[in-house]
């Protein structure tokens, strides 16, 4: 069989002028008549001067106040809110100037989202501001989710807990972060090779809340300066990536007034499907890392051919959304990094490491276009000594990232497994955020009766939630050697055999 | 032990003594250990592609060798021997069960299992990976036994050392190469090493070992019938030579009934073992035996030589008369198939290229170079005549068996490539034989020298020795010299055979051929990983129903790795089939369409080598497709393609060529790409011409995927044009 012939330079022909035909589509949207609807008796005052390009959505019936709230009593004097379009990850950052109105000091406070989004949002965070002027400091807060009883229209809230209770009176800033996956929505559906990729934001022009809001801005950011439409409410503006809505003033309670951007965002949408991270624990000094990935690119699907000449001589036109490679962010000092799938190793990955980080690039084995699936297996070594700790109570623990190492992705499902060495009992996980969790065995090398694996669940996970988790355990380092002596002994064993068959004699017949 | 030292001196000596052993127990520690590492080369000189590449399966059949046992493990034995895999030969499918030898899978299933059972959590991968390698080390000691059994044990170690590296066997064993041969050339020497026992020694109870092995050869290889009929072989010039014996008898007869019966166990064989014209022989001689045997006794019963010699002769004409009519009645009622057209194609060398295109159009078919033999034998090529003569000297039962495997197997290995494969443990322990008894000739010659100057009491036998004292009468001075330079010459011919093995292996055998290398322009490595890159692609971006039609070269690796349904495959069972893909292929592209609808076809498969010069694609094996296809559809014609005679793709080309299926698939766009520098556009490495047809429009197909280096394209067949 003849080898290839040694790959000389490879050059793809550059045709000619090439002619920009990306026209420019207008969409046609059905025009929905503005029906303003108002569930209560205080009458809707918002000066919404819908343009032609205003739809409705089914979100429109929250229009309508929510007079029984618990907490009326507390008001937002200015809400300012953010909100990142740049990536496939949608960022909110919101800052809210809360002001108790009421007589009596609360600590809580709501934060509202209308059930569509709920389901994609990843992760809420808030901060709040101390100190004066110059020595201001961010404190975290915690936040929950909370269900109450007579939420209008399924409204879904998160409480802040505040660490000081805030009096009559008083104001307080928040700075809330919050992420949505998944909320952007490829339209067209389906595009060319040639073609960008464009998409649709829904969102209100006014933020859901239920507070009084005396004065609100949006500022909302896009990739490019390519917009193809989006929904006046005015005061609306324009310039280059950024658009505002807003400001308006005194808006009611769970007033909703819903926008929708068409824009291009020609950004791959990585997305992991199903991600499963075995980790495990080798007292002989190695932490084996095992990550199983299901990657699909999210975006806007491919649609008829793919030409590879073309992906090839012109790839700032051609395939501009593919995912070509990944950026995994792996902990220092990896070793026997390995990327492969089930058809066997896949050669195109480059790994650089210095005395902070690693940073594994994987290419999949052909660029990923919409819709388009890659399955992989990532998997590397660590010293033991960087993540295993003793505490104090004489048990040991594991300290670990629980997030995928994956740069910008979002993931749609994480199971973490710890595997922990054979022998280890009472195993407990402390995890920064609610995780689902069981027990499993499992067997591998030289195992008599089995590993525990501590498994941990997540949903819907976001590069944020790379942080720390630990998990306990108490182990005996006598175990470590059953290993090597069963192996042991049973060289012995074969030795004495071969020594017992050389010195008997079996034959019947003397 | 036991008793410990107390005095400084004395039983230190004593224990010294004590530890000095035996030449006996020398002897076997030597043996042991050159045993032991035999077996270690054995096995990592096979491990060169798992360290240029990675663990992974090779080449076309592994991959459905793979799949099966991956079916294996996952399913149970049960569903595997009833299974009918819809992935393949759509639309008919294929009883996989049935029309495979389970020989390998089960193998490798059953070493899973073990290793699993003492937990050793390896991945079925893994353990097909490494067969091979593990069984060749086996073979290496079966061939040490056999060795010892026709000569002696010296020339048992030679013929393990010899076949541990020998290139011949090395070819389908390298690690990675999960194929039934990795197996079966276990299977084949171990059977006939304990027939040769069975014989040597009249036991029962080897024939019956030899009737088990010969059970596993046959549930691993169809090359199962290379024993049952040189068996019977063998039998017969016993019997003509006049070496008949009841040990023979008793092995022949148990050996061949216990064997065919358990042969039959195999359902891919089944009633194939009595009904087949290749196994006729094998019954014929069973029967013959048991003539010779009733002859024996009437013999032994009859004092009359006269009266005998009439009898002899009613009998044996009655014997062959019967025989003969039974054999033509079975022919003629259908009962007795004929032979096979591989069988045919085995015998006369020509019949396939005249009858059985798809047979001759697969490489390992071919018949043998000069080149490949000495390729894969190296010394042996002219160690094996000298084994022969040694052979010859010394005839004993054992020793004709090895001399007719030899001679039997070289007729074969020159007729089709890969048989060499048989031939190579035949011509190792032949080999063997010359190697161990030169050398053991020149040592007694150099050693009952200079015991003779101090008083003879060697230990070898009387007539070499006789022989050396009168050579050491003759000539002394440079009988030493002379026996001193052969043996060197000896060690330096086998020094060489040990580099050029270790070379072979290395630079011949050890690619995967999934994973093409080459060296780039600055001497870096650069790796052509497309066949995977398109397989994967298939399996992850196509619907899991899609149909695949490509060359059956790919058939097996599509369903393995791409995990789609493929319309042909290596296991080329319905020529008509693959007549239809060619066919096809090499018609025009409307044409093309309406027999791919009719087949259901989704996506067509291509290999390409024109960007980056590989040269076994699609296009080079083209012609075979028109060969292949015009065999069962005339209207295929193979001069349409021809340009007097030559076969092209530049602007000379035959218009059909231009214009046919595979020819567009392979060049779609490829005009408007630039291959080298100062070269003109469309300019194709594999072939180092221009093409002719830069201009390809695609009317039914549309491009779907092409890996980054073009060697595979994927087209997409598009859905039927709306009537309004």
Redesign the interface.
Known sequence: MKQPRPMKTFVLQEQGPIELTHATISYFFPKVEASVKTHSSTPMEAPIRATEFLRFTLLSLLFFVCRSSPSHDLLISNAERRIDLTSHIVKVYLTLKVENAGSTPTSEILLAFPPTQVDHLATVEALVTKGKRKKTTLARLDVTPTELPDAPNGTKYFTIYLTNPLNSGESTTLEVLYLFTHSLEPFPAEIGQSESQLVYYRDSALILSPYHIKQQTTFLKTPSTKVESFTRVEPTNRAGTEMKYGPYEDRHPYTFSPILIHFENNSPFPVVEELVREVEISHWGNLQVTEQYTLVHGGARHKGVFSRVDYQSRPNMNGVSSLRYLLARLPPRVHSVYYRDEIGNISSSHLRTDSRKSELEIEPRYPLFGGWKATFVIGYGLPLQDFLFESSDDRRYLNFTFGCPLLDTVVDKLTVKVVLPEGSKDPSAVVPFTVEQHLETKYSYLDVVGRTVVVMEKKNLVPVHNSHFQVYYTFKPIFMLAEPLMLASAFFLFFVACVAYLHIDLSIRK | MATMPILPNMPALDLIKSFKLKTKQQELLIRVSILCLVYILAFITRLFSVLR??S?IHEFDPYFNYRTTLYLTQNGFYDFWNWFDYESWYPLGRIVGGTLYPGLMVTAALIYRILHFL???VHIREVCVLTAPFFASNTTLVAYFFGKEIWDTGAGLVAAILIAICPGYISRSVAGSYDNEGVAIFALLFTFYLFVKAVNTGSLAWSLASAFGYFYMVSAWGGYVFIINLIPLYVLVLLITGRYSMRLYVAYNCMYVLGMLLAMQIRFVGFQHVQSGEHMAAMGVFFLLQVFYFLDWVKHMLSDTKLFQAFLRITVTCAVAVGAIALGLGMLSGYISPWTGRFYSLLDPTYAKDHIPIIASVSEHQPTAWSSFMFDFHILLFLFPAGLYFCFKRLSDATIFIVMYGLTSMYFAGVMVRLILVATPAVCLVSAIAVSATVKNLTVLLRSKNKGVQTGSTKGSSSSKASSKALLDQSQPFQKNGAIALLFGAFYLLSKYATHCTWVTSEAYS?P?????????HGSR????DY??A???L???TPPDAKVMSWWDYGYQITA?GNRTVIVDNNTWNNTHIATVGRAMSSYEDEAIEIMRSLDVDYVLVVF?GV?????DDINKFLWMVRIGGGVFPVIKEPDYLVNGEYRVDKGAAPKMLNCLMYKLCYY?FG??????GKP?GYD?ARGVEIGNKDIKLEHL???????N?IVRIYKVKPPNNRW
């Open positions: 590449y990675e992974m937990r050793f959590a690619s051929s999934i994973v093409l290398a080459a060296r780039g322009a650069v790796i052509f990983d995977r890159e397989y994967f692609w399996r992850q971006n790795m080598g980056t010069g590989y040269s076994s766009r408007e790409m630039l291959t080298e520098y556009p490495r549309e491009e779907a995927f092409t890996t980054s073009w």
